[in-house]
Every structure is written in structure tokens, then in C-alpha cells.
């Protein structure tokens, strides 16, 4: 699983054979700037869902539930997933949590609404945590996930937490784990998009590897078109009318 926020990067991972499509809060921190997720709303998600999905032609396409949808009771959750789906042609939503969300789960999977969930780490409660920090408690990480899948999660992230629980985790549960930041003992794995080919502007989280160096790609490309430019050798006449 990749995130997506646009049709030409959702097409050129479809078609490099991606499972899954995330359009993840995250957008808010690589797309839009912002030091945290908590800024994004649910009409920008749509937004962006609705070029990724008609990017796709054969991976799924999953949309995160951007604060503070899910904490507004099943009610209101399962009306924002809805038009969520409905106007995106989505075919699942992510909410972040566990043991304290599995009523949400449990609405939202009775209303026909797939949903995939997300414990350890979750960064729309960064204020609450403490910051971006790996998380511990075992009984805890357990309890959440093993609540999720009752509920009716037909997977689940987990992020930032030790590689024995992840394991541990994977072992106990009946549906795929996908992981970031949680060992490679997980059923798949999840990247942002922006950190796996260096087209980020900052910091680099540790789990990551950057398999390419995008951002300085196309710096080079456009200094070097800044300088033909200037120095008259752009366009040439072959590319003139």
C-alpha cells in the first residue's frame, strides 16, 4: 500500500502494481504544508480521492477518515464515510483506532462501509501522545487490534511499534496486517509516497528507504531549464513554429 493524492501519481502506481491506494490524511503534512494531519477536512480528502480513483484501475482505493469524523459518534461517522464513498467511488475507509473506536467500527461495517483500521501510532492524536513516538505497550497494541478485527476491520495498520508486536499481532490476527515503522513481519506494508522517492522537504522518518531522489530530479531539471531560459537557448528553433 502507497498513499496517492493526484491521478498522475495514483495511475503510475496502479500500474506498477500497487495493492492498495491510501489517500491519507497525510496530504495535509506533503501536499498542503502543515507540521501536523489535523488541518485537512473531509472535503479536501474527497477532493483528492476522487482524482486517485479515477486513476485506478485495478488497485483499491482507501480514504482516510480525517479528524475528528470518527469521534463524533456513529451517526455522524457513518454519514461522512458515506459521502466520502459516495462521491469518490472509494471502496473502503481508514479511521485511527481500536478498543475506543470499535462501536464506529462496528457502525460503519453494518452499513455496508469497509473499513480499515489503524493503532499504534496515530497521528491525529500526536497532541495526546506526546509527540511521534514509537509505541510500547504490548497489552495495549494487542487489545486494540484484536477489537478492531471484532468489530468487523477487514485489515488493520500498525505503526511505529516494536517489531516483536507487530509479529505477535500478525500471529493472533485473522485479517492482514499492514505495517509502517513496525518490522517486517506484517502481511504488507504502507510508505507515503513522498518518502519513498525523495520528493520530500524535511525530515525522513527512520522505517524509511527512499528508493529514488525525485525532488532532486527535478530541481536539476528546473535550474537547467532556468539557465537555457536566461541565456536565450530555450526554445530553440526546432522547437518553434
Given amino acids: 500500500m502507497l498513499t496517492a493524492y493526484d491521478f498522475p501519481t495514483a495511475r503510475?502506481?496502479?500500474e506498477a502494481?500497487?495493492?492498495?491506494?491510501?489517500?491519507?490524511?497525510?496530504?495535509?503534512?506533503?501536499?498542503?504544508g502543515n507540521d501536523t494531519t489535523l488541518p485537512v477536512t473531509v472535503d479536501e480528502m474527497i477532493y483528492h480521492a476522487t482524482m486517485v480513483v479515477r486513476a485506478a484501475s485495478r488497485a483499491l482505493v482507501v480514504v482516510d477518515l480525517p479528524f475528528p469524523e470518527n469521534?463524533?459518534?456513529?451517526?455522524?461517522?457513518?454519514?461522512?464515510a458515506a459521502k466520502i464513498l459516495k462521491r469518490t467511488g472509494a471502496q473502503a475507509v481508514k479511521l485511527e483506532g481500536g478498543a475506543e473506536q470499535?462501536?464506529?467500527?462496528?457502525?460503519?461495517?453494518?452499513?455496508?462501509i469497509p473499513v480499515m483500521a489503524h493503532v499504534g501510532l496515530r497521528p491525529q492524536t500526536v497532541h495526546v501522545m506526546g509527540g511521534?513516538?514509537?509505541q510500547r505497550d504490548a497489552d495495549v497494541l494487542l487489545a486494540d487490534a484484536l477489537a478492531a478485527e471484532s468489530a468487523g476491520a477487514f485489515s488493520i495498520v500498525l505503526e511505529c511499534i516494536p517489531?516483536?508486536?507487530?509479529?505477535?499481532a500478525t500471529?493472533?490476527?485473522?485479517?492482514?496486517?499492514?505495517?509502517?515503522?513496525?518490522?517486517?513481519?506484517?502481511n504488507g506494508q504502507v510508505l507515503v509516497i513522498h518518502d519513498l522517492i525523495g520528493l520530500t522537504s524535511g525530515y525522513v522518518p527512520g522505517f524509511v528507504?527512499?528508493?529514488?531522489?525525485?525532488?532532486e530530479e527535478i530541481r536539476n531539471a528546473v535550474t537547467s531549464w532556468n539557465q537555457d531560459v536566461k541565456q536565450r537557448t530555450f526554445p530553440s528553433p526546432s522547437e518553434s513554429f
Avoid: F
Fill in 71 to 80: 469521534h463524533l459518534g456513529v451517526y455522524q461517522t457513518v454519514a461522512t
Fill in 163 to 168: 517489531s516483536e508486536v507487530a509479529k505477535m
Fill in 171 to 186: 500471529e493472533k490476527l485473522r485479517i492482514p496486517t499492514i505495517g509502517i515503522g513496525a518490522g517486517p513481519d506484517c
Fill in 12 to 14: 503510475l502506481l496502479d
Fill in 132 to 134: 511521534y513516538r514509537v
Fill in 209 to 215: 528507504r527512499q528508493y529514488a531522489q525525485v525532488g
Fill in 102 to 112: 470499535a462501536d464506529v467500527i462496528r457502525g460503519l461495517v453494518s452499513a455496508g
Fill in 17 to 32: 502494481g500497487v495493492d492498495i491506494l491510501l489517500v491519507g490524511d497525510s496530504l495535509a503534512m506533503v501536499v498542503q
